[in-house]
């Protein structure tokens, strides 16, 4: 074999360039402002490569010079939840959104990208959503094991528990459905769809559920279950189609049952 | 003086990042845990397929010396035995401890664990939840550390990045020097040994299936510290990966496993739609080629014949590095078992396989080298210990599927009381241990890189270390272009002295964070091509054609880099093989 000769791949020169206009903020106390980018178009692009291409060559269509954009992602293959932010207005996972389906019929809409709007701006389209890994700790969303040395096998677990439990396994704490519930916000202090399908997750788990009560009262009163007003945003945004409202449901169920229970036992 | 509670920095919360905190807090030690994402995001949530543990629950007759002989023959009898034969052995009771925090493996009728089979095996013996286990697993330990760190064992420093070590007078190990990714401070914090878990390296070839944070940096600059780096040029490239604009995206082995068919157009540059080129015009190589295995050729050789289409023969679909893998002509009930894998392609392609043509090709995917580290899982610096993908144990050659996530964990578990014992042990530090040189040696290249009056932009130079990489420390690899690569990355090195940064700013400068990565990025870059060039024979994922024959004499061998004068010096150490006598490995009769 001769040495191998390598091209850089060479894309199909279409000329057309795709509008993309950018929320920015330099700093969470700096004004906001929108910068515009032309980028060449490339079929199958996503929103992490449109922004890698802005790194590129970080230049306004007004030719003036900017700075490479912040945004959070690390997998690109929507798994490790990094990614969220506003595209086109509504909260979607930048790396798993593609071009194509975001440029209008004609293909020359402009992409607008804006951060989150529910959490903090650390700056640009990076927002600060530890809120979510407090509200876990909150609902000891764990299995409180004896240890990790060797204690045999765990409890057998018919398979319809798993096909149950793992739907719930699948959030990737995006922080979506918190963002596009109207009862997220300060004055309820809710702590979000997310949390308590992990709450559910775990009162399911034949070990877990022995923090169950514990949950239950976690998720009682204010800021608890009761403040869902069932707008069901929360399970048309997700992802990853995690069974949300039912969550909720059960979780409210459980959570009164306990209520009452706590009543008497006082 | 030994320390009262010793205090352990853990660097990396993928799997053997926690691992190796959930020990030590267990143990009562007090933990630092670093991690430049949220740990919960790092890139052990990627893995799909499995984990591997011989639990014979099918009633194969399937047991740990038989996973430890296939690991130690699927890797060339390149790693040392002694840990591959702990692992395979802890391997039952890890799977048990993960079932009892939580993870909903895939279960059988009775309630039992469900396991199916991998490549390089003829056991089931791997254990799934799904099709997302690695994603699975790491939530379990998460979970676990987040139930320490609410009892004050454990504290994260999510949003820093390990920069370099603290080394005293003596060489030996007294903390780490990290920077906050917001406020972009550089700082030191004291510990009594520190674990590295930073996984991969998969951005030093641009493109790979790795998550975008690993890229091998802290790696690096612990090598360039005086760290032995081993095994570098043991890179693998698995076969069917997505290109993708940023990343390649894994297509698993189970499509042509079903029926999937290679090809790539007679002509390249045929316009038609690839559905509608008739099969005379097809080219069906792998089938041509391999009449007996035809689409299952083991992955190694899919991986070579796919890359010689495309570079060699200039086959490529319309002059691109990319061929068909055709799942459109499967009855529905095949396409339904493929039902997550073609949602993947579906969703991040936009076009459905069922009906088109998947574009594909090998991706970079795994490396099996890394950090030097004894059975201890210690690194040739005192208190520096290592575990995961960033240390080059178990795996030798090549790795097996499935074996990865369970290395993971054994090494954290491993690491992490070997860590306490260490440290309990350590006599005190003279003076401030080195704490205010390596700061100030820190902050002083922080200085130079946004002081930099230069016309370079680093993300070019990126581009250039990823297609140079690609090109010649991959799938095929010849002297000549080794050596070009070489020349290219002290060409790279050279440039990066002037790179200017548009962004200037010290707050939550993500590319200024990415430009000191990709310094440690071109040096590991010439770890990999020097090991590489010097090897000359073939073994496991490292194929050179002008030594097509592994060479056992000269190279059974681990490779050892270390950083002198600027450049790595290679050197060579014995492989411990005292269990299992080196046999050739044939593709052919499997
Ligand atoms: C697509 C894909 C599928 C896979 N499927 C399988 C499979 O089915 N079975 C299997 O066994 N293996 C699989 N693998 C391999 C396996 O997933 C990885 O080898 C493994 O997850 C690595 O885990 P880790 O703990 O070593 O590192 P990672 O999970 O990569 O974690 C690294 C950690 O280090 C941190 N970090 C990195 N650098 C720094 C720094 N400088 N400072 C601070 N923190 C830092 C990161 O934030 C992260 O927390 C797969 C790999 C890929 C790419
Ligand atoms: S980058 Fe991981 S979900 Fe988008």
Redesign the interface.
């Known amino acids: 074999m001769a040495a191998a000769e390598v091209t850089t791949p060479k894309h199909p020169a279409s000329g057309r360039t795709i509008t993309v206009k950018v929320k920015r903020q330099r700093t969470p106390d700096a004004a906001a402002v929108t910068e515009t980018f032309a980028i060449p178009y490339r079929p199958n692009m996503n929103i992490t490569s449109v922004l890698g291409e802005i790194a590129l060559n970080p230049t306004t269509t007004e030719g003036k010079g900017t700075t490479p954009i912040a945004y959070d992602a690390n997998c690109l293959e929507e798994i490790c939840g990094s990614c969220a932010m506003l595209i086109n207005g509504k909260a979607m996972m930048a790396c798993s959104a593609l071009v194509d389906k975001l440029t209008g019929p004609d293909g020359n809409g402009a992409i607008t990208l804006a951060p989150l709007s529910k959490f903090p701006v650390v700056r640009d389209l990076a927002v600060d959503r530890s809120v979510l890994f407090e509200n876990l700790k909150r609902v000891k969303a764990w299995v409180p094991v004896d240890g990790t040395y060797d204690l045999g096998p765990a409890p057998r677990q018919f398979p319809q528990v798993q096909e149950q439990r793992y739907p719930l396994s699948n959030c990737i704490s995006c922080t979506i459905c918190m963002e596009v519930c109207p009862q997220f916000n300060d004055a309820t202090g809710f702590v979000g769809a997310a949390t308590i399908a992990q709450a559910k997750l775990f009162n399911m788990d034949p070990s877990g559920a022995v923090l169950k009560e514990e949950r239950l009262r976690a998720l009682a009163g204010g800021g608890g279950v009761q403040e869902c007003s069932f707008a069901q945003n929360c399970v048309q945004a997700c992802p990853k189609q995690l069974p949300l409202t039912e969550a909720i449901s059960d979780m409210g169920r459980d959570v009164f049952v306990q209520q009452v229970k706590d009543f008497f036992r006082r | 003086m030994a320390a009262a509670t010793p205090r352990i920095i853990v660097v990396g919360g993928g799997l053997a990042g926690l691992s190796a905190v959930?020990?030590i807090a267990?143990a009562g030690g007090k933990v630092d845990l670093f991690s430049i994402?949220?740990v919960?995001?790092?890139?052990s949530?990627?893995a799909q397929g499995g984990i591997n543990a011989a639990k014979d629950l099918k009633g194969e007759g399937d047991s740990v010396l038989k996973h430890f002989d296939d690991t130690v023959y699927g890797g060339d009898f390149l790693a040392n035995q002694t840990p591959v034969k702990n692992m395979t052995a802890q391997g039952p009771?890890i799977i048990?401890?993960l079932?009892?925090?939580?993870v909903?493996?895939?279960?059988?009728?009775?309630?039992?664990l469900d396991f199916r089979r991998f490549g390089g095996t003829l056991y089931q013996r791997t254990a799934f939840?799904?099709a997302?286990t690695g994603?699975?697993l790491l939530?379990?330990l998460d979970?676990?550390v987040?139930?320490h760190?609410?009892e004050g064992k454990v504290t994260k420093y999510e949003g820093w990045e390990f920069l370099s070590a603290v080394l005293d007078d003596n060489g030996v190990c007294r903390g780490i020097c990290a920077m906050d990714l917001?406020s972009m401070e550089v700082r030191t914090f004291p510990a009594d040994a520190i674990i590295i878990c930073t996984g991969g390296n998969g951005a030093i070839f641009g493109k790979s299936t790795n998550?975008?944070?690993c890229t091998g940096s802290a790696q690096s600059a612990l090598y360039q510290q005086g760290a032995f780096y081993s095994n570098g040029e043991f890179i693998q490239v698995h076969p069917t990966a997505i290109p993708?604009?940023?990343?390649l995206?894994l297509m698993s082995e189970s499509a042509r496993g079903e029926g999937g068919r290679v090809w790539v157009p007679n002509d390249k540059h045929d316009k038609r739609a690839a559905q509608s080129i008739p099969e005379g015009d097809r080219w069906y190589f792998l089938e041509e080629k391999y009449p007996k295995y035809g689409n299952l050729v083991p992955r190694d050789i899919a991986t070579r014949e796919i890359?010689?289409v495309v570079?060699?023969d200039?086959r490529g679909i319309?002059?691109?590095?990319m061929v068909y893998l055709d799942v459109s002509h499967l009855s529905p009930e095949r396409l339904n078992k493929l039902e997550g894998i073609l949602e993947?392609y579906e969703?991040?392609?936009?076009d459905d396989p069922r009906k088109v043509p998947m574009k594909i090709f090998p991706g970079m995917h795994y490396t099996m080298g890394g950090l030097w580290v004894d059975f201890q899982q210690q690194t040739n610096i005192p208190g520096v210990f290592a575990a995961g993908e960033a240390d080059y144990s178990i795996h030798g050659a090549n790795r097996l599927g499935a074996n990865s996530l369970l290395s993971c964990i054994y090494g954290g578990?491993v690491a992490g009381p070997e860590a306490m014992k260490y440290a309990t042990s350590l006599p005190a530090q003279a003076g401030d241990g080195g704490h205010a040189a390596e700061k100030q040696r820190q902050t002083e290249f922080n200085s130079m890189l946004l002081n930099n009056p230069g016309t370079e932009?680093p993300?070019?130079l990126w581009?250039e270390l990823g297609?140079t990489m690609?090109?010649h420390a991959t799938i095929?690899r010849?002297n000549?272009?080794l050596d070009e690569a070489d020349a290219k990355l002290v060409e790279l090195l050279d440039r990066y002295r002037n790179v200017n940064l548009?962004?200037k700013?010290q707050?939550?400068?993500?590319?200024f964070a990415f430009t000191r990565q990709l310094w440690n990025m071109l040096q590991l870059g010439r770890v990999i091509v020097k090991g590489a060039r010097l090897r000359d024979e073939s073994r496991g994922a490292h194929y050179k054609?002008a030594f097509e024959k592994r060479d056992d004499e000269r190279f059974l061998k681990t490779t050892m880099a270390a950083f002198k004068d600027g450049a790595p010096e290679i050197t060579y150490q014995e492989v411990d093989t005292q269990f299992i006598t080196p046999r050739p490995r044939v593709y052919t009769s499997t």
């Open positions: 959930i020990k267990e994402v949220p919960k995001r790092s890139h949530v990627c009771a048990d401890l079932d009892r925090m939580g909903p493996f895939n279960r059988t009728p009775e309630g039992l939840a799904g997302t994603q699975q939530y379990a979970e676990q987040r139930r760190e609410s917001r998550s975008v944070v993708g604009e940023d990343k995206r890359f010689k570079y060699e200039d319309d002059g691109q590095p993947i969703k991040f392609v936009g578990f932009n993300f070019k581009r297609e690609t090109k095929v010849y000549a272009g548009s962004d700013s707050w939550a400068n993500t590319s054609p």
